[in-house]
DNA sequence: CCTCACTTCTTACAGCGTACAATGTACTGC
DNA sequence: GCAGTACATTGTACGCTGTAAGAAGTGAGG
């Protein structure tokens, strides 16, 4: 799969679909069986269940008991299918109220909110929208996430700005988890045996010395975490860095 | 596609090619017409020109002249042949020498560099590597990253830390970028055009004044860019907000 | 009641990664 | 020098993908 990529037909029609705008309404022919929701839900059932790359038309058709070509009746194509998937998760987000609360805490829970969406639906960070997806559900997120960033004294690009910057590290952060939990379960191996695979080969093949500092932070790295890449522990860092980054511009 | 996934198959065998490693020396049968280097070359000029989805064994071969099972004679499988391009693609970036300049533009100089790699090699950002490359080019990379952050009075974790944080937030934005100028190729629309036809499609669909902060927000933030995703606003600022988080890092 | 818009299904196509078996080449051991 | 065999290369094939095209059946509007 290609990084599944969004939005490629028209826009008109996306638009009404993500809103369920009911302008079909001179309906002639034998009543629809199934709904858009219920796709959708399919779908997301079937990606939350197996992973993105599970989610094929055939498949998604098979659990609605119809044949893959039945559900472009109801979506113009498996593009604007994902957009939909995306849309109704993000309407689903828990948004906690944390007005009153100091910013820290209340962009904290913003990255918690999302951190939780893509744990819950990991193939969400891997739907790439190449256009903001302007359906309900990013609409209510965007105005709870802004929010957050709202009353700091920043200008409003500065809060549009600063929003993507946190919404971006959670979403890298959620590839990069499910690349590597990915590759556990791939290759069948733990990170332990991995490396005591690799290790003795690697010594091998490399110039003793040749990349000091490498080894010297890599295997203390590796040591601190049990593994090569801790998905918690870079979580937790990279927050810290980000919000003591915003600080700076807040605080100024 | 799925996410391009890499090193699916076995270590021993990755790792060797990854050093190409001339273990098989009993030769017996006729002569091999290509190399390593010719089918990992051909393959990057391939997803150079015409992107990640377009390295397809098939092409790749046509482009050697032989036919797509021959280069299975030369990788085990299109995951390691994406693992041997982006390892080359690595060990070809330059490494500038800041010894001695300040902290913060050593980091920048490697951001740039990340930078540079993604604007030369877009498909780089989206090939995943769940487990560490453990290749030429990667050690060289990594040893010479770590030393733009190597006596600023960080521990080891932290250095690698930092570095992967750096690392994350460069990639990210350069999948974005990559994303937002598929959109504009693919849907043969600028974001002016974009934007006309669904200003109002939107302000049809939604409660006004539902969303007074998105809206309001968002349209400066469009306005401000002339789009609604500037990438270059996004480096210079994300970078700029990491900068300042690793600054009461280091500063402590 | 007839018409015809509309849903659904069947079939088909071009493309993918790669397993498998056939063919031919060129080196090793005798 | 020759037989045996390891190996490179190839053709064919399988199961999978998204979706275009057309046939068949349904049910409301005129």
Same mark, same amino acid.
Request: aromatic share 6%; proline share 5%.
């Given at each position: 799969?290609? &990084?599944?990529?969004?939005?490629?037909?028209? !826009?008109?029609?996306? #638009?009404?679909?993500?809103?369920?705008?009911?302008?079909?309404?001179?309906?002639?022919? !034998?009543?629809?069986?199934?709904?858009?929701?219920?796709?959708?839900?399919? %779908?997301?059932? #079937?990606?939350?269940?197996?992973?993105?790359?599970?989610?094929?038309?055939?498949?998604?058709?098979?659990?609605?008991?119809?044949?893959?070509?039945?559900?472009?009746?109801?979506?113009?194509?498996?593009?604007?299918?994902?957009?939909?998937? #995306?849309?109704?998760?993000?309407?689903?987000?828990?948004?906690?109220?944390?007005?009153?609360? !100091?910013?820290?805490?209340?962009?904290?829970?913003?990255?918690?909110?999302?951190?939780?969406?893509?744990?819950?639906?990991?193939? %969400?960070?891997?739907?790439?929208?190449?256009?903001?997806?302007?359906?309900? &559900?990013?609409?209510?997120?965007?105005?709870?996430?802004?929010?957050?960033?709202?009353?700091?004294?920043?200008?409003?690009?500065?809060? @549009?700005?600063?929003?993507?910057?946190?919404?971006?590290?959670?979403?890298?952060?959620?590839?990069? %988890?499910?690349?590597?939990?990915?590759?556990?379960?791939?290759?069948?191996?733990? @990170?332990?045996?991995?490396?005591?695979?690799?290790?003795?080969?690697?010594?091998?093949?490399?110039?003793?010395?040749?990349?000091?500092? %490498?080894?010297?932070? &890599?295997?203390?790295?590796?040591?601190?975490?049990?593994?090569?890449?801790?998905?918690?522990?870079?979580?937790?860092?990279?927050?810290?860095? #980000?919000?003591? &980054?915003?600080? /700076?511009? /807040?605080?100024?």
């Amino acid at each position: 799969m290609a &990084g599944e990529r969004t939005s490629a037909g028209d !826009p008109d029609r996306t #638009l009404r679909l993500l809103w369920r705008d009911p302008t079909a309404v001179g309906r002639r022919g !034998p009543r629809q069986g199934l709904s858009i929701d219920g796709v959708v839900d399919a %779908a997301t059932a #079937l990606a939350d269940a197996e992973g993105l790359d599970a989610v094929t038309m055939r498949k998604v058709a098979a659990e609605l008991g119809v044949v893959a070509m039945t559900l472009y009746t109801y979506v113009p194509g498996k593009a604007e299918l994902l957009d939909l998937m #995306l849309d109704a998760a993000y309407a689903r987000m828990d948004r906690a109220d944390t007005a009153g609360r !100091p910013w820290r805490e209340r962009v904290t829970e913003v990255a918690a909110e999302n951190r939780r969406l893509f744990e819950a639906h990991p193939w %969400a960070a891997r739907v790439s929208t190449g256009r903001p997806l302007l359906g309900p &559900g990013q609409m209510a997120k965007y105005e709870h996430e802004l929010s957050a960033v709202d009353g700091l004294g920043l200008d409003d690009v500065e809060m @549009d700005a600063s929003l993507g910057h946190l919404l971006a590290f959670v979403r890298a952060w959620a590839r990069d %988890a499910a690349d590597a939990r990915a590759a556990v379960s791939e290759s069948a191996m733990t @990170d332990e045996q991995w490396w005591a695979v690799n290790a003795p080969l690697l010594e091998r093949a490399l110039d003793p010395g040749a990349y000091p500092l %490498a080894s010297r932070v &890599g295997s203390a790295a590796g040591a601190a975490h049990g593994t090569a890449y801790d998905p918690a522990f870079a979580y937790e860092f990279g927050l810290a860095r #980000l919000l003591d &980054g915003l600080a /700076v511009l /807040v605080e100024r």
